[in-house]
């Protein structure tokens, strides 16, 4: 981009010096260097704008502390640096500190602030067994965790590095841009030596002519269109990392514009994913209530399930003893399985046991948005569990947002279909599909795309890959640490319905502002090129305000891709 402005500038700079030295003409010495001031300044500005967009990386970057407090053999502290410390270590983590690394709370309670990581405004209460994210500020009590991830495993280190590709990444608008501008280069230089020409032709001064193809240069200098788009990129990219919108592929962010269709999941994502036991009992006498609950748990305990969170959370309730489960292998859409005591324990769906023909009671049955799992010890089924899943406030804020951009809004999910049809109502969704597995949801988005819809896809990325990669938009549901979705395009870190619907709208804000820059930088020099030549009597335009007028088309183009923060979530 800078290569007509050097060529004009070394054109006028040497045939100023040949004037100097005894050739006959015009100097262009105090128009060179007003010329040369100008566009300093304007590209001080540019750069400043290219430096914002980039602020919220370095943000992300000094959120880790500098030092930590390692805790040693003998129960002392060690103040180290972030850098020495490796996984295994022990931390303690004083009110009003950073957490230096990714880890597990072994010892205290804490809310902690992760807004910074995950968008999330409301502290987190900590304690121990649960995981905590680097950078994120312990507000209250003391906490002492496990060092699990260091370095480039840590979970800030992934989040920057995929932000970084991700801003890196060219889009179709942004290679069209690239395109237009090698394109412009080349009509600028040959515009510049026409106008050269043709003055002379028509009997002008040399120096004259050579003022009007170095101005014709300086104007049509594709600075602007080459900054449209990757400014645009930079800032979108950034914003939408600090509201936990994780970026990975940049055409399917921009695609959102042409979505017409959303298939939610429904456990963690429509639901808060905060299951409560209500019931817990058994249909065999050689096992008590107790031993079901007891039972489930040793199967449960090794699931990052939000049902096994349920349970596990239950069974510390009721302050329970249970077995090491070995042997555990998770049954893709219906359950687990492992062995317990040396016999074969499952927790499966109902439709587990529809599928193997296992028979329980018609009244045990799922009521509203209930969830049912059943407990079979070697083949047979001794108990059950009910467990209550409640509908997320902001879930129908989401819906309704999409459906009055005119989205239809789908859930799939592998629940029973009673509880899929009461959630489907309390929301007001436009259909429901009930106990689907994870390729169920693929043939239902391939069937959707043929008939025309522009899909996004939400699931958690392991289980849900199939879908994720059939969708027209993938977009991984994982709070906190679970940022690896492969699969997807875009991780939604705190797993809420909101910023679904926000980042659809982002996505159509961002389109419009590379549109609208590209409209400014070419309308530019539609305008600005034919003024610069001289051929439009009392309308000529000099060296130095060619420069303005470029530096202008600069900062204009800068100031509408800063104006997109304004757009992400009404900020």
């Keep these: 981009m800078m290569t007509l402005i050097a060529l004009a500038i070394t054109v006028a700079y040497g ?21 040369i001031d100008l566009m300093l300044l304007g590209h001080w500005i540019e750069m400043k704008s290219v430096m914002n967009a980039s602020g919220a990386l370095d943000e992300l970057a000094r959120l880790m502390p500098s030092t930590a407090h390692k805790l040693t053999e003998g129960g002392d502290t060690k103040e180290v640096k972030i850098a020495d410390l490796e996984a295994g270590d022990r931390v303690l983590i004083k009110p009003g500190e950073k957490i230096p690394a990714d880890g597990k709370v072994t010892e205290g309670s804490s809310h902690v602030n992760e807004s910074m990581l995950t968008g999330e405004s409301k502290p987190v209460k900590k304690q121990k067994d649960d995981e905590v994210v680097g950078g994120a500020i312990n ?6 965790i496990e060092v699990k991830k260091v370095g480039e495993e840590a979970y800030l280190s992934r989040v920057i590095g995929m932000v970084k590709a991700a801003q890196e990444t060219k889009s179709k608008t942004q290679n069209l841009a690239d395109k237009a501008a090698g394109w412009l280069f080349y009509i600028s230089l040959g515009a510049g030596l026409i106008t050269l020409v043709v003055w002379l032709v028509l009997g002008e001064e040399f120096d004259f002519a050579l003022e009007r193809m170095v101005t014709v240069m300086i104007i049509a200098c594709p600075h602007a269109l080459g900054l449209a788009m990757p400014l645009v990129t930079a800032i979108s990219t950034s914003l939408a990392a600090k509201n936990g919108l994780l970026i990975r592929n940049r055409t399917a962010f921009e695609r959102a514009r042409k979505v017409t ?13 905060d299951f409560g036991v209500k019931t817990y009992k058994s249909l065999l006498e050689e096992f008590t209530d107790e031993d079901v609950l007891r039972l489930t748990a040793a199967v449960e305990q090794k699931s990052e399930h939000p049902i096994a969170t349920g349970i596990m959370k239950k069974a510390k309730e009721e302050e329970l003893d249970f077995s090491e489960a070995n ?15 040396g016999r074969q324990v499952m927790v499966v769906s109902p439709g587990y046991l529809k599928k193997h023909k296992l028979e329980v009671s018609s009244e045990i049955k799922e009521e509203g948005v209930e969830t049912l799992v059943f407990l079979l010890v070697d083949d047979s089924v001794a108990g059950y569990l009910k467990l209550a899943d409640e509908v997320r406030d902001s879930s129908q804020t989401a819906v309704s947002a999409l459906q009055k951009a005119g989205i239809k809004v789908l859930m799939a999910t592998g629940d029973n279909k009673a509880a899929a049809k009461a959630v489907s109502a309390e929301l007001g969704l436009d259909g429901y599909h009930a106990e689907v597995l994870p390729e169920d949801k693929q043939t239902i988005i391939k069937e959707a795309q043929e008939k025309g819809e522009v899909v996004v896809m939400t699931g958690d990325g392991v289980n849900d890959a199939p879908a994720l990669a059939q969708a027209d938009i993938g977009v991984a549901i994982g709070s906190g640490t679970d940022v690896a979705a492969e699969t997807a395009d875009i991780v939604l870190v705190n797993s809420d319905p909101t910023d679904l619907s926000a980042m659809i709208a982002f996505g159509k804000a961002t389109y419009q502002k590379m549109i609208q820059n590209l409209f400014w930088a070419t309308a530019y020099n539609a305008i600005a090129l034919p003024l610069a030549t001289g051929f439009i009597p009392k309308l000529m335009v000099s060296p130095a305000l060619g420069a303005v007028l470029m530096s202008l088309s600069t900062i204009v183009v800068a100031v509408n891709a800063q104006l997109l923060k304004k757009k992400l979530k009404g900020d």
Aim: proline content about 0%; hydrophobic content about 40%.
């Design 327 to 341: 042997d555990y292998e998770n049954i893709t859409g219906e359950g687990v399985k492992a062995s317990v005591d």
């Design 261 to 273: 269709m959303v298939i939610f999941d429904k456990t963690g994502t429509l639901t808060a994913g």
């Design 139 to 144: 507000e209250q009590g003391s906490l002492q």
């Design 15 to 35: 045939y100023s010096t040949a004037v100097t030295f005894g050739l006959e003409g015009k100097g262009f010495f105090w128009e060179l260097a007003t010329l």
